[in-house]
């Protein structure tokens, strides 16, 4: 075992009473030891129940023979952030988690790594780091939160950002408005819809990092808990095994969870995380991938922001091996690859159920829309590429003159004041992963402009990124970003923007020899930060396009 360097043999005994003093026995020397880290925190609700599930895994754990020993790492909660400076650590936290994972298990010498995760970026962030230790690793996904419920309404925490457009406009009540705000989260659990959260979880069920139908149990199911100690008998069956990430992590399998993606109308935040992990894992996955997948691959989940129904509802319908299921059984996910039980995917979706009359979970011969909602943009605007989801968005094609914001702050307060007009193509920039930095999401903004009635007649396009909550005509990861000096910092207010969509292009109007003008005279923002984790995260970040990865010069 690997962490016998640690704590076997006579040069060892001062690391060993180091142990006994937090209560090893003789005995617990001779078993695997295994990291377990914990993204808890009593600061929201996404991760507010890991401490208990932490106990469950680590009763598990040892009842399999292996003893755990829990460490914390940070959680940043998208939703609260949204619009103010805390959302730039969103994005960074997740290389944060990463590194502190990477960090606990070579620090240690662990023979294997457990990550507990919430909330949107402690899900890549986890398994990110898992990756990298290089010893069996599982990342167990805390579960959705049950829908809130009013007048008889399911509400998910997409109800208040949109409740804030709404009361601006005065569309609603100040009771009306505050009255969905105390009931739109009930209770432990991520937020709940196909948001980031939801979406990274599904795809970590489709790579194999976590048991197939494990994330999908909500937080507060009763099964949740049993089903968390049982996956400590997972992680002690890879760890006796020597059965690593790498060793079922393959291009296909991450074909396959953007296949997952594109099929359930996932948050394209998916995009970044996955360009990320395959990184990691030394995996070729590249921007056009996803294109290239969602073509093929039909929308069979209707599921929130564009659908009906909450992944609660997904959970009683059948879950995520249903999902799965119908998938394999059209051919779009390859059934072969294996997962961290070192049990193949078909394997472990045979006894999929399904709820007698669900509606949640289509087939692929009557989907909920034909082709998958990820759409990679390239253009004058974006010539190394863009991000935009169309699961539930009819437009395809949007021309219109450019209202530009130098940061989402400006853009929120345009909408809040009846600044943007039907027709617009709102241009918000200087949120890429360098000029935010941290490349924040823009949730507020698309929010607001759907709660004014604006979404279906308004376009927004930025260098930043979306919530998985975000719904309309919305390009992100517009690349290079204008930090950068790419064409997104050279618009002009009145410039005119196409999106088309069937042609895959994002375009400028506006002549090159013009563009040579402005380029001449631009000159970037200096950096917000010279110090700190945001300088350093400024300094390495790579491009959106390849996953906002950093990558230092060694």
Request: with cysteine; net charge neutral.
């Amino acid at each position: 075992m690997r962490s016998d360097a640690m704590k076997s043999g006579v040069p060892r005994s001062p690391a060993r009473a180091m142990l006994r003093a937090v209560g090893l026995q003789d005995e617990d020397f001779h078993l695997p030891f295994v990291g377990v880290v914990n993204t808890w925190t009593d600061g929201m609700p996404c991760n507010v129940h890991l401490r208990e599930l932490a106990r469950e895994l680590r009763a598990g754990l040892r009842e399999a023979g292996v003893l755990g020993f829990e460490f914390g790492a940070p959680s940043v909660n998208d939703a609260m952030a949204m619009g103010t400076e805390g959302m730039r650590a969103s994005l960074v936290s997740r290389e944060v988690i990463a590194d502190a994972v990477e960090v606990v298990a070579q620090g240690y010498l662990y023979d294997g790594m457990a990550v507990l995760v919430g909330c949107d970026k402690t899900i890549p962030g986890g398994a990110m780091g898992v990756v990298r230790s290089g010893v069996p690793g599982i990342v167990l996904y805390g579960g959705t939160v049950a829908p809130g419920v009013l007048d008889g309404r399911k509400l998910t925490i997409v109800d208040p950002f949109e409740a804030v457009g709404r009361y601006s406009a005065g569309q609603m009540t100040r009771e009306e408005f505050e009255a969905v705000e105390r009931h739109a989260v009930p209770g432990p659990g991520a937020c709940g819809g196909q948001y980031t959260a939801n979406t990274m979880a599904l795809v970590l069920e489709a790579l194999g990092l976590s048991p197939v139908g494990y994330n999908g149990i909500p937080a507060t199911a009763p099964e949740k808990r049993e089903a968390t100690r049982r996956a400590g008998a997972v992680l002690a069956d890879a760890i006796r095994a020597g059965r690593t990430p790498r060793d079922f992590l393959t291009r296909q399998s991450f074909l396959n969870a953007v296949a997952t993606v594109a099929a359930t109308g996932g948050s394209t935040n998916a995009v970044l995380h996955l360009l990320a992990l395959a990184y990691e894992a030394g995996v070729k996955l590249e921007l056009d991938d996803f294109d290239r997948v969602s073509r093929k691959t039909p929308v069979i989940a209707d599921l929130r922001p564009w659908g009906t129904y909450t992944a609660w509802e997904l959970y009683e319908a059948g879950g995520t091996p249903l999902v799965f299921r119908r998938m394999l059984e059209a051919g779009l996910l390859d059934g072969d690859q294996k997962t961290v039980t070192g049990r193949t995917l078909a394997e472990e979706v045979a006894g999929a159920q399904e709820a007698s009359g669900q509606r949640v979970v289509w087939s692929a011969q009557d989907p909920v829309k034909p082709h998958g909602g990820l759409v990679v943009l390239r253009g004058s605007l974006a010539p190394d590429g863009a991000v935009l989801k169309v699961a539930g968005t009819e437009r395809t094609f949007f021309r219109g003159p450019a209202r530009v914001f130098d940061g989402e702050a400006a853009a929120l307060r345009a909408v809040l004041e009846g600044q943007v007009a039907a027709g617009d193509v709102v241009v918000i920039r200087y949120e890429g992963p360098r000029g935010a930095p941290g490349m924040p999401e823009m949730l507020s903004v698309t929010a607001a402009l759907v709660g004014r009635g604006l979404g279906p007649d308004v376009a927004l396009v930025t260098d930043g990124r979306f919530s998985g909550g975000t719904r309309g005509l919305m390009v992100g990861h517009v690349c290079p970003e204008a930090q950068v000096g790419g064409p997104i910092a050279l618009v002009r207010d009145g410039d005119v923007v196409v999106v088309d969509v069937e042609a895959r292009r994002l375009d400028l109007e506006v002549s090159q020899e013009e563009l040579q003008r402005r380029r001449a005279d631009f000159r970037p923002p200096a950096p917000r930060y010279r110090t700190g984790v945001f300088a350093r995260y400024a300094a390495w970040v790579s491009s959106a396009s390849e996953g906002a990865v950093l990558r230092a010069s060694v």
